[in-house]
């Protein structure tokens, strides 16, 4: 098995496209470019004590790399929005760690994706 296999969940990114590669690339393309954003708005809701905002950044991260079947940093993203939800941050910064990490295993992937799709 591919550790990338491991990262993105092709079949389910592929599903969410109806099969079109040349759309997924795009779709990488946009993530990345927005996604440092919605980290830094993530981390500086914790900062904040932003309950609300957490909560919606994080929904937002949980949405985008669920398009690509990230079920990792899926994961990630929806402990922090419950974090949020709940309004106790006490567990937000671990829990911010794991999706960061999470993230930037994602990222490379995505990277050589989009890569892939403007060579062609």
């Known amino acids: 098995m591919d550790c990338n296999d491991e990262v993105v969940n092709w079949d389910e ?5 109806e099969g079109d ?6 779709m990488a393309t946009l993530f990345l470019e927005v996604c440092p954003g919605l980290l830094s708005a993530i981390r500086e809701a914790i900062a ?5 905002g957490l909560e919606h950044a994080a929904h937002d991260l ?6 690509f079947g990230a079920h990792t940093a899926q ?3 929806l402990t922090l929005e419950k974090i949020g939800r709940e ?3 006490a567990r937000a910064q671990e829990a911010y760690r794991l999706l960061e990490e999470s993230v930037q295993h994602l990222s490379p992937v ?8 403007e060579a062609s």
């Open 13 to 17: 990114a592929l599903t969410h496209v």
């Open 21 to 26: 590669r040349e759309l997924l690339a795009e």
């Open 87 to 89: 309004g106790d941050l």
């Open 48 to 52: 904040r004590h932003d309950a609300r």
């Open 110 to 117: 995505l990277e050589a994706l989009a890569r892939n799709e």
């Open 75 to 77: 994961e990630a993203a």
């Open 62 to 67: 949980k949405s985008s790399v669920g398009n």
